[in-house]
């Protein structure tokens, strides 16, 4: 816990264990309602003297903490594969995705420009300045646990905010690591608290309805987020709100199907389906359903679950044994139903795998609306096929769920790409690209998916506030 610019030790702790072997890693401390409080008081105090350092030395800082985070890319990836789980090379890939975040919101800082407006009187200017919002509450979740947070430390700091974040109760080692690099790269005491604790709840009570709080940034599920945002509601906190996804992926018979395959077999199984962004329904239109089958079956029975530090192995483990359930459930419902096991579909207990939280990459084929999965995000490495024969239903399908989050489409049809990437209710949609992400492009949903942008030219903007000054001269 680093409130104020000070580590608290003096607090009681609670126990942090690795996904892939169930061991012990650390202790971290185990924040009460009272921290959070005395945190947002912390970040309280700091702010004004924040908000009127200049651009240039906000973004200095920046700049110090993503060369801080690229020099330790690979202790932090390590700490990242053992805390949360995933294959070492993809811990390595986030930490550089979070650096990015912070070399981007560096530059950013520098451009916080307002207007100036004509007016109908000639005596009268109109001057827009863009201000920090304030204090702002940050939760984030395990999944990416470095990334999450530079996605909404970076741009808070550079408006000018200040900030107290809870990270998610199983990855705190990899949020203090993170806190550590702010404080070499020279953070001033308040601007940034971190409060770790086992049980969210009582932390972000106070976080919502602490007076001195002024907006609140949350990745996580979208239950969670929609209590939070209601609870926010009574002060009118602005909220920002990353949440879940249910993907589909399209691919069209006029794309290759083998291509496709590969693409899908890369992105479904990235962080062992651990991922708001993961495709959840695979739409293959019928003409080439047995090549593209052939191709993804053959890639996902050839993937090996195992502990992440083993380069071998591209499966890491759940985060914990509720994941296993919900995944188990999903693939036990879909096969009773009448979709087809083509690969995996168990939890994985052979040779030491039984210490940790494994579930074999899983194809599942005829998958059907009426079956949990085409439903329910998944969070787990399950590829559900769904067969189609027509454009406007496929379009008709994708759409028929609650999330707007991100969606793919493969064709090499170029009006036919465009027609469906008008009509498709999503955030963010790759056109024959599996990563459409990037510091640079503003990432977030439509509808239940959440409220608000992440990183791009929109990111900084989810921290400012417009103040109109109109002058008489
Ligand atoms: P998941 O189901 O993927 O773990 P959650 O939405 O539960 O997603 O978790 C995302 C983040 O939200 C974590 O930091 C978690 O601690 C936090 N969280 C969960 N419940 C609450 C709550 N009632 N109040 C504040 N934060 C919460």
Not at 25 to 38: K, L, P, Y
Not at 147 to 152: A, F, I, N, P
Not at 285 to 294: H, K, S, Y
Request: net charge negative.
């Amino acid at each position: 816990m680093f409130i104020n610019g000070e580590w608290q030790t003096d607090a009681p702790t609670f126990p942090v264990f690795n996904p892939a072997t169930g061991e012990e890693i650390g202790q971290v401390a185990d924040a009460s309602a009272e921290d959070a409080r005395r945190a947002i008081d912390a970040a309280h105090v700091a702010l004004p003297a924040w908000m009127s350092e200049t651009a240039y030395s906000r973004s200095g800082l920046l700049y110090r903490a993503h060369q801080l985070m690229l020099e330790q890319q690979r202790e932090l990836a390590e700490l990242m594969t053992q805390e949360q789980g995933k294959p070492l090379k993809a811990s390595m890939n986030e930490v550089k995705y979070a650096a990015d975040f912070l070399l981007w919101f560096a530059e950013e800082a520098k451009r916080i420009y307002g207007e100036t407006i004509p007016s109908s009187r000639s005596d009268q200017r109109f001057l827009v300045h863009k201000q920090a919002v304030g204090v702002v509450a940050a939760v984030t979740p395990w999944n990416y646990p470095i990334s999450m947070l530079t996605r909404k430390l970076g741009p808070a700091l550079a408006a000018g905010c200040t900030v107290v974040l809870k990270p998610a109760e199983s990855t705190p080692l990899c949020a203090v690591a993170v806190f550590k690099i702010l404080e070499q790269a020279g953070l001033p005491a308040g601007v940034a608290n971190l409060v770790t604790a086992s049980d969210p709840k009582p932390i972000g009570d106070v976080f919502c309805t602490h007076p001195a709080v002024r907006k609140l940034t949350f990745t996580g599920s979208t239950a969670v987020g929609k209590h939070l945002a209601q609870a926010c509601a009574p002060q009118l906190k602005r909220v920002s709100m990353e949440l879940g996804g249910h993907a589909p992926f399209i691919v069209y018979d006029d794309a290759d199907p083998i291509h496709a395959a590969k693409g899908v077999s890369l992105v479904k199984f990235l962080n062992t389906g651990q991922a708001c962004i993961s495709p959840n329904r695979i739409f293959v239109q019928r003409r080439i359903l047995d090549p593209f089958l052939e191709t993804l079956q053959a890639r996902v029975s050839g993937m090996q679950a195992g502990d992440g530090m083993n380069p071998a192995n591209s499966i890491g483990p759940l985060i914990n044994e509720a994941a296993i359930d919900k995944v188990d459930r999903q693939v036990q419902d879909a096969v009773s139903r009448g979709a087809t096991l083509l690969s995996g579909g168990t939890r994985l207990t052979e040779n030491g795998l039984d210490r940790g939280c494994f579930f074999g990459a899983t194809l599942l084929s005829n998958v059907t609306p009426e079956m949990l999965i085409y439903r329910e995000e998944t969070f787990g490495p399950v590829a559900a096929v769904v067969p189609f024969d027509d454009e406007d239903d496929v379009i008709a399908m994708a759409n028929d769920t609650d999330y707007g989050l991100a969606a793919y489409i493969y064709t090499q049809n170029l009006a036919r790409a465009l027609r469906t990437f008008e009509q498709l209710q999503f955030g963010i949609i790759g056109i024959n690209d599996i990563n459409p992400t990037s510091a640079a492009a503003p990432f977030g949903g439509m509808k239940e998916s959440g409220l608000g942008r992440e990183g791009a030219r929109e990111g900084i903007e989810e921290y400012l506030e417009t103040k109109l000054g109109g002058i008489s001269i």
